[in-house]
């Protein structure tokens, strides 16, 4: 017995020693600063092809570390480079900020604060009744008329201003679904407009695209419509400056793109 109970512990050992070597193989790789990211990662992908995961042998510890590295050493794979951020910073101070003007004097800076910014309030002003006050999802300016704009609420509907905001106006309150994640005006013709509706973070739903031709005050559905339970959000539109038939549209189910006016999407 005494004999068997050794001849597991060595061959326990054996199998640890074994995992322990291979292990650290990458384990030291992530801490020597002369070792390429990529180098390391490729042997702890190698070490693990196959292998199902199991807790306490380093791989949640690892992909952790390979998350917060990879975006930071791209695509040299330095490991150096994230602690080399503040030196460089300083750098790029004392070459952009610090150096003498024609006078003598030290010329450059970062950009000076003001407390004295001439800003006002531009409505809607306050809460609506049994409700909180909401967020904004865009402000879009009418390329042609400067005092023009639309904003859109995840909740709340597109509202328009003519006056510079003194004063706006909705005309989605009947809309199936009330918010808008962004809207596409067109270059040529300010009349022309896409409105996508929903919240692009996801707290209402996309109805898809609409499509109104007469400045906001009627919508009519286009080629791109989902009801509620797809689950679709819509985060931007844009729209070609030279053909305003020509319209792009970022939804989490992919990049659609139409040639004709919304009446089709690929």
Known sequence: MKNSTLKFKFIFG?????????????V?????????????????NAYWKGKTIEKGKGYKAFRRWEAYMEPRVYPSGDITLPSQNFAN?????EENF??????????GGPIEKSIA???????????????GAGRINFIRFDPAVSTTMYVGAPDG???KTTNGGTSWSTNTDLLTVIGCSDVAIAADNS???????????GDCYSRGVLKSTDGGLTWNTTGLSYIA??????????????????VMAFASNGIWRTTDGGATWT
Do not use: C
């Open 89 to 93: 910073y300083e750098k790029w101070l």
């Open 157 to 159: 509907g597109l509202w």
């Open 191 to 201: 009349n022309l407009l896409y409105l996508a509706t929903g919240d692009l973070e």
């Open 28 to 44: 030291e790789m992530m801490h020597d600063p002369n070792v390429n990211f990529y180098e390391t990662q490729a042997v702890f």
């Open 229 to 246: 339970s797809n689950g679709v959000t819509i985060s931007r539109l844009l729209i070609d400056p030279t053909n305003s038939s020509i």
């Open 117 to 131: 910014g001439d800003w006002s309030p531009l409505g809607p002003i306050g809460k609506p009744a049994g409700g």
């Open 98 to 107: 610090n150096k003498e003007d024609d006078k003598g004097g030290k010329s």
């Open 14 to 26: 054996l199998i640890f020693l074994s995992f322990f070597a291979n292990s650290q193989e990458w």
